[in-house]
């Protein structure tokens, strides 16, 4: 199972890593509401996603 722990600056994840650890999440909870505390994780792994993302666009840029 993937980890939820968000990693060190130094080594960033890649959009494809981190895009397939939210579909695993979201998909071992089958489609009901998050609790608090797994929102609260959903939201880090999407802030993650999103830094990963401008990271790529900067290195294709």
Known sequence: MPS???PTPAAPRSVAEVNEEIRAYMQARSGRPLWPEEQMQYEQLLREWAA???G????TA
Request: glycine content about 0%; charged content about 20%; aromatic content about 0%.
């Open 56 to 59: 790529d666009i900067a290195t």
């Open 4 to 6: 939820l722990c968000a």
């Open 52 to 54: 990963a993302v401008r």
